[in-house]
Structure formats: C-alpha cells, structure tokens
C-alpha cells in the first residue's frame, strides 16, 4: 500500500525557516517524480515544487524559487521541502504527492505551517 | 501560466441528479487535466487523470470530458457523500495550476 506521510511542520516567525520530509513507502521510491502542493487556510490548491526521480530535475513556482530547496533522498525514500525566508503567505498545509499509476493520484495527508509572530 | 478557471463556484443539486462541473484553461493543456476531490479536513482524491480516465476504486457515475482548453467532470447521478469541493488540475505545463473549485452542496 502506497504511503505518503509528511512531518517538520509547525508555527515559525517570518524569515525563518523550516524543513519539511515526507516518508514515502509501499513503492520504489526512486522511479517516481515528487511534488509538493500547498494549501492556505480555505483556500485553493497550489503547486510549489516538483522534483525528477533522481533529482537532476527540479522545479518551482516563482514565489517560492529561490527560498525553497526541494529534494530527495533515495536511499530513505524521503523527500524533503527546505523552507527558508518564510512569510506570512507560506502559511499553509502542505501535502507531498506522487504518481504512480497515474500522475499526482498519491498524496499524503498534509502538515501545517504556520508563519506569525 | 495557465490560469484554469472552475464554474459554477458552488453547485446545489438533488440527489439522482445528473451534474456538471467545468473547467476552462487560458491556454490548450493537451488533455492533461485531472479531477480532484476534496471533503473537509481530508487530502484531495484523485478521481479523473488525462481528462477522461477514471482512477482505480472510483465509482463509475464519474466522467471527464473534453479537450483543448475546456473540460468537463459529471456526476451521472448525485449521492449524498458527493458533497465536496472538486477541483480541476493542468500537469501540461510548468507552473502546474489548480482551479478555485467548485463547491457541490445537496439541495
């Protein structure tokens, strides 16, 4: 059974940072692109970054490029979101996701982030 | 970016009845669009991927439709456990981009 389960979420003041992980099991790992996708509090989907199965490749929404590092570590089965600079708008639950069988059908039940002072 | 854009906002049907959600992209997204469903408090569900594929464990009164830049998801007869916000998905192009949903609500 396909597993997604994030974690490293929380409340941090703005500009500081976070790193969140998602421990994937029930598949390998390393075939298989990443993605993360947020949601802010009532609010609508958003994709923030995706990463290739051996993580040459990667990609950003341009709000975030450039203060968020995604990656991967194979050998774990972990991907991982580094969050830095944060602002009071990266307040959001943030969900890893994957596609197996279909693209973005595997998704994990999301952490909370929470930026405030 | 492709901006993908979801009507109604919110939908009120009776139950049995047979409904429409739309999705209209800015740009043609090649028919890589999917359906995701979302009740309150849990992740999205994976319904519909490439337009018209339903996913494993869905039930069959879900269908897509469409192509280019407008897409369809029906619901050939509403249930009660339906209420949900659905929302649609291009993975054409990058940046990947959501709707703002649908809200489908029972009369």
């Known amino acids: 059974e396909v597993q997604l389960v994030e974690s490293g979420g929380g409340l941090v003041q703005p500009g500081r940072s976070l790193k969140l992980s998602c421990a994937a099991s029930?598949?390998?790992?390393?075939?298989?692109?990443m993605h993360w996708i947020r949601q802010a509090p009532t609010k609508g989907l958003e994709w923030v970054a995706s990463?290739?199965?051996?993580?040459?490749?990667?990609y950003y929404r341009d709000s975030v490029k450039g203060r968020f590092t995604i990656s991967r570590d194979n050998a774990k089965s972990t991907l991982y979101l580094q969050m830095d600079s944060l602002r009071s708008e990266d307040t959001a639950t943030y969900y890893c996701?994957?596609?197996?069988?279909?693209?973005?059908?595997?998704w994990g039940q999301g952490v909370m982030v929470t930026v405030s002072s | 970016d492709i901006q993908m854009t979801q009507s109604p906002s919110v939908l009120s049907a009776s139950v049995g009845d047979r409904v429409t959600l739309n999705c209209k992209a800015s740009?043609?997204?090649?028919?890589?669009l999917n359906w995701y469903q979302q009740k309150l408090g849990e992740a999205p569900k994976l319904l519909i991927y490439?337009?018209?594929n339903l996913q494993t464990g869905i039930p069959s009164r879900f269908s897509g439709s469409g192509s280019g830049t407008d897409y369809t998801l029906t619901i050939s007869s509403l249930q009660p456990e339906d209420v949900a916000t659905y929302f649609c998905?291009?993975?054409?192009?990058?940046?990947?981009?959501f709707g703002s949903g649908t809200k489908l609500e029972i009369k």
């Open positions: 996701a994957t596609g197996r069988s279909a693209p973005f059908d595997y």
């Open positions: 029930g598949f390998t790992f390393s075939n298989y692109g």
């Open positions: 990463i290739s199965p051996s993580g040459g490749s990667t």
């Open positions: 740009q043609n997204i090649n028919k890589y």
């Open positions: 490439n337009t018209n």
């Open positions: 998905f291009q993975h054409n192009s990058w940046p990947l981009t």
